[in-house]
Nanobody, 130 residues
Framework: QVQLEVSGGGSVQTGGSLRLSCTVS????????LAWFRQTPGKEREAVGS????????YLPDSMKGRFTLSQDIAENTVYLQMNGLKPEDPAMYYC???????????????????????WGQGTQVTVSS
């Protein structure tokens, strides 16, 4: 069974940067669509973006473009979420998730929802201070 290990959260000042990592183990890394979500108390989990490791394609919602970037290191079975220019609205618990059922086209186009992801890593907290 695939397992996801998340790291990289922390506290930064407004305008700062953080890079989150999600390392996949237990199965073939490139078989999955990997996504990042974030959640604040009392709110639903929000999509941050997704990456198809096999096809090197990424998806970011318009609200995340320009500040957030997805990348991967296939040799390390790891995907990264680079967050720059962090704002007061970005603090949340950030999660990495994997789906073995999404096609590469759906993964790359963002045609998915939280329910499509059956494997989740532990969250990592991101805090932004002014």
């Amino acid at each position: 069974q695939v397992q996801l290990e998340v790291s990289g959260g922390g506290s930064v000042q407004t305008g700062g940067s953080l890079r989150l990592s999600c390392t996949v183990s237990g199965d073939t890394y490139t078989w999955y669509c990997l996504a990042w979500f974030r959640q604040t108390p009392g709110k639903e989990r929000e999509a941050v973006g997704s990456i198809s490791p096999a096809y090197h394609t990424t998806y970011l919602p318009d609200s995340m473009k320009g500040r957030f970037t997805l990348s991967q290191d296939i040799a390390e079975n790891t995907v990264y979420l680079q967050m720059n220019g962090l704002k007061p609205e970005d603090p949340a618990m950030y999660y990495c998730a994997a789906s073995g059922s999404l096609s590469s086209s759906r993964c790359a186009s963002g045609s998915w929802s939280v329910g499509d992801f059956g494997f989740w890593g532990q969250g990592t907290q991101v805090t932004v201070s002014s």
